[in-house]
Structures are given as C-alpha cells and as structure tokens.
C-alpha cells in the first residue's frame, strides 16, 4: 500500500507546474544531464577544496583538532593496542596534546583515518575528507529537489545549498558542521522517498543516515521528531503498527544508546554548551532567540532569503491538500523545530545553523516557480544557485592563520631524539597537528604549558584554576621533564600568575631564544610571533611520569613522556 498523498497532482500543478519524472535516467538524453549534473557538482567541489587553507594554517581552533582525531584513530588501528587501550590513548594525548575525540562523536573520524591511510596525515587530506561530504550533500540535493523539481532547477538548488555563503565558508575548514548537514539531508532524501514510493528499506536507509549525521554531530538530532511529526500526518497513526515504522524506531533508539552513553561520560562541554557561558545571550533575550534570523541574509545571500521568506509563507498560507505532501509539513517543520531548537542551545554560533538552510533554499526555489513560467523559473534557479556558488567562492574566502607548519618544521629538524618540547600559545591544535604530520619525528613529545601550570577546561571562558607554582618550581619541571625547546607565544594568558612566571623564566640564563617566526593571517589575530627557546644547560630528563588534570572528563591522566 502506498502512502502517499491525495491529490498529488493537483497540488504539483499549482505548486511547480511540471510533470513528475519516475526515471530521470530512461534515455540517453537524461543519462548526459544527470552525467553533466555529476560533472558539475564535481568542479563546484573542487573549487572549494582549491580555495580552502590546505597548508597547516588552521583559522578556527577547533579545526585542527578534528584533524588530528582522525590520525589518533589512523594510529589506533595500526597499533592495535588490544592489551591496554586506554593506557595506549593516554601516552597518545601525552604526545600530541590536542585530541578532541573523546567529546564528539567518531564517524567523520573513521572517514578521515581512511582518508590519511591512503594520503597520509595531511591537512590536504582531511580537507578532502570534508569535500567528500560537500558533494554528498550537494547529490542529495540534487536528489531530493528532483522529487519536485525539474532538471535544472534541482541542479540550482543543489548548487545554491552547498554555496550558500556560510556553507561554503565552513565547507573549506576541517569542521563536523557541514559533513552532518550532508548526512541530514541524506537522511531526509530516504525518507521522502519511503513517502513517495512506500519501499520498506528506505525508512531503515533514513534512520541509518540519521544514525551516521548524529555519530558525527550530536545537534543532528533535532531532525528526529520532524520526521516522525511527518510520517504521522502523511500515513496517520495506525501507520506507527506498521513492521517497518517498529523496527525502524528500535533501530533508531539502540543506535542512539553509545551516543548517550559517550555524551554522559565525556561530553561534558556539549551539556555547557547547551547551558551556555556567561558570555553568551541570556536565554530568555530577543536577541537571542532573534540570533539565526538576522544571519539569514547573511547566510543564505540577500535575494535567495527574501525569496525563502516568500515561499515559506506561500507553504504555511496555502490549502491544505498542499501540507498533505512531504513538500510542505518537512520543509515548515525542518525550519520551524529546528530553529526553536538551535535558539535553545545557549552557545549560539553562524555555523550552528547550517542546518537550518536546506527547508529555506527548497522554499526559495519554490517562490520561483510559483511566480515565472517553469521555463524561466529553471533558467531562474540555475542563474541563482550558479551565481551564489561563483560569489561564494570568489568573495568569502575561509580565513587562514599561517605560520605554524614553519614553526613545527624548525622543530622537527632541530630538536633531538625523543626531544620534550613544550608548547605555550593559543593555536596550540596547529602546532600540535603540524608536528603530527611528519611522520619522520614520531619520537618528538609536545607539552601544553597551560595544562602543565594550570587546570583549564577546553578554553578560557569555561574557567581556569592556578597551581601555585613559582618560577623556581617551574624551572624545575621544565629540567626534570628534559623539555629540549620550548615554543612561546609572547603575551599569552600572561595575565595569569603561573604563565607570567613561565615567561620570566625564560628570560634567564637558563634559556636562549634560537629562532622566531611570523605568524600572518588573513583575519585579525592576536598571535604575531613565535619565539623558541633552547635550555643552555644540558638537557637530562630525570622524571618521566607526567599526570595531568582534566577537569572537563572529572579524571586524570597519567603516562610517560619523552621516550617513544
């Protein structure tokens, strides 16, 4: 039985005024547009993968963290360490300080291991692992718009979505943001054609995919509910008996039990998150809950959000045989719930709402051919999604912090076997992530000075504890733990008691500074400089067991350090 809509026709003719097309692919002609669609979206990609900071010049300091991840991952399975893992993870941090895995889901991880076992470690290759995404979600797009829309206007769309200025401004970093909008849209394509079709495996295929955008960002969550508020209203809810609908659901509540459990165990900075911090919009404020919308024109560009705004209002003011069809209930529920949803989360940020943009790019389109004869709404939305792609491109470059990969390669060059370096400086993830790419010096162990001298939780606004070290006991940390060099942002955190006394000792005689560096970058930056020092005594490490707080998991870890 299919549980389609009533009226279907009908309701299309009104809407878009083209004919539905079962089988874009029946003739030749069809196999060469759908072959120059693919051509296409593969050109849109690697221009953003041509125009994306590639060379360890990570902006975002999130972004070199995801990339590491994938190599820990990359390294754990090579290792095997079946006897201690935890252990083995541990000694991991303890070399290259600036894992995240443990507080966000691993699926991208796993892509991007894949992606280094074939590339190497690289920052090229985990860029490429998000490219991988873009075009996943510039197909189901594609796909997606096809169910309504002809050739080449679901060609705009698709290309509309995936250059929308904010997309593609996130899309040239190494973030989890766009990767889980491409398994969300995904995941809506499956289950939009279980409606169409009443094909049993697309409904699994749906939850599969929504499973797989969750394990990569825990917020892709929020699209549950609409699905199910949908399959409601389009079947009724005798259809929740159906075999199917039941074992999709169990699918879906087993599947999301290790994302609970690791969001429990290790996620406290996601539950802050959602509390907010003292710097971000009170909850209750206009401005918060207004946040998202005033970034529309920014996000989407300015024509495309008027005519979003225009064909929202057409899907929520027309008659009711429209909101029958998926068209109408997902694309007000996608943007409805999810914006109450991302408003609720008391850390607001641009890339939060990427999600957000699919319904709004469907709705646009929509105005479009609601309005112009289909001909010329085509040719319309192809001009569109053509010109956002091109503007996006050329006029929102992803900004670039350079600098870092020199720093990392003086190191690797100069520091000695099994050397103890120690890192102090904000962009601690390039430094960290830069070192990790030469496989040449996997014997060089790097220490963050601010978990050395302080109990700090992921960043600064999340609150900072002191140790109480004077500059007598720092200097006999950094002797006793043999560091070989010492890589210094000048200025950093010396507000702070222990960093300014880190400083200090620096500045006697018992360290020189060998080299420094220039740190450019496209966007404003408070790190200039890089200076690094070299101990003018000889380097002896006496004490190997290091154990660091970390407050964000409530444990410790401790390991060795120096000896690989």
């Avoid at 409805?336 to 469907?362: K, Q, T």
């Avoid at 210094?488 to 010396?494: D, L, N, R, S």
Wanted: aromatic share 14%; with cysteine.
């Amino acid at each position: 039985m299919n549980i389609g809509f009533s009226r279907v026709s009908a309701v299309r003719r009104w809407l878009v005024a083209v004919p539905l097309h079962q089988n874009p692919v029946a003739d030749a002609r069809d196999r060469l547009s759908t072959t120059l669609v693919g051509i296409v979206l593969l050109v849109a990609c690697a221009g953003l993968f041509l125009t994306a900071p590639v060379h360890g010049d990570f902006w975002w300091s999130d972004a070199p963290r995801h990339a590491l991840n994938g190599a820990f991952l990359k390294d754990f399975v090579a290792a095997f360490p079946w006897r201690d893992p935890r252990g083995w993870a541990v000694d991991y941090y303890l070399q290259y300080p600036a894992l995240s895995i443990l507080f966000y889901p691993p699926l991208f991880y796993i892509f991007e291991a894949v992606a280094y076992s074939i590339l190497g470690v690289t920052h090229p290759a985990a860029q490429a692992t998000v490219i991988l995404f873009v075009f996943l979600l510039g197909v189901a797009s594609y796909r997606i718009a096809r169910f309504t829309f002809p050739r080449w206007s679901a060609l705009g769309l698709s290309l509309l979505v995936i250059g929308a200025p904010e997309t593609a401004f996130w899309a040239r970093q190494v973030m989890l943001d766009v990767p889980a909008y491409a398994a969300v849209v995904v995941a809506a394509f499956f289950f939009i054609r279980y409606l169409e079709t009443d094909r049993q495996r697309d409904i699994y295929l749906a939850v599969f995919a929504e499973l797989a955008a969750v394990y990569i960002k825990l917020n892709a969550v929020f699209i549950a509910p609409v699905f199910l508020m949908v399959f409601i209203l389009a079947a009724g809810p005798r259809a929740l008996r159906r075999r199917e609908a039941i074992g999709a659901a169990l699918l879906g509540a087993v599947g999301l039990v290790p994302a609970v459990l690791l969001t429990l165990r290790f996620g406290g900075v996601n539950v802050q998150s959602v509390a907010g911090r003292q710097t971000d919009l009170p909850r209750t404020s206009i401005e918060a809950w207004l946040f998202y919308a005033k970034r529309l024109p920014h996000d989407l560009g300015y024509l495309t959000a008027i005519l979003a705004a225009i064909g929202f209002i057409l899907l929520v003011l027309s008659r009711s045989e429209l909101r029958q069809r998926w068209i109408g209930w997902l694309m007000i529920g996608w943007f409805g719930f999810g914006y109450f949803f991302f408003s609720a989360i008391g850390v607001r940020e641009p890339r939060h709402g990427l999600m957000l943009e699919f319904p709004l790019a469907i709705c646009a389109v929509l105005a479009l051919h609601r309005f112009l004869p289909t001909r010329a709404a085509e040719a319309a939305t192809a001009g569109l999604g053509f010109a956002t792609f091109v503007y996006s491109l050329l006029f929102m470059p992803p900004p670039a912090i350079g600098g870092y990969r020199e720093v990392a390669d003086y190191v690797a060059a100069h520091a000695p076997r099994n050397a103890v370096v120690v890192f102090s400086g904000y962009r601690d993830g390039n430094f960290v992530f830069d070192m990790r790419t030469h496989e040449e010096r996997r014997d060089i162990a790097t220490l963050r000075a601010d978990k050395l001298l302080l109990d700090v939780a992921v960043e600064r606004l999340r609150g900072v504890g002191e140790k109480g070290y004077d500059e007598a006991a720092i200097a006999k940390m950094l002797r006793e733990l043999g560091v070989s060099l010492v890589v210094f942002q000048p200025g950093f955190w010396q507000d702070l008691r222990e960093m300014a006394r880190f400083a200090a000792v620096l500045n006697t005689r018992d360290f020189q500074r060998v080299a420094s560096f220039d740190i450019t970058g496209t966007v404003a930056h408070t790190d200039r400089f890089i200076e690094i020092y070299k101990p003018t005594y000889p380097v002896e490490q006496t004490e190997k067991r290091l154990r660091l707080d970390m407050p964000i998991i409530g444990d410790e870890f401790k390991g060795d350090v120096g000896t690989k």
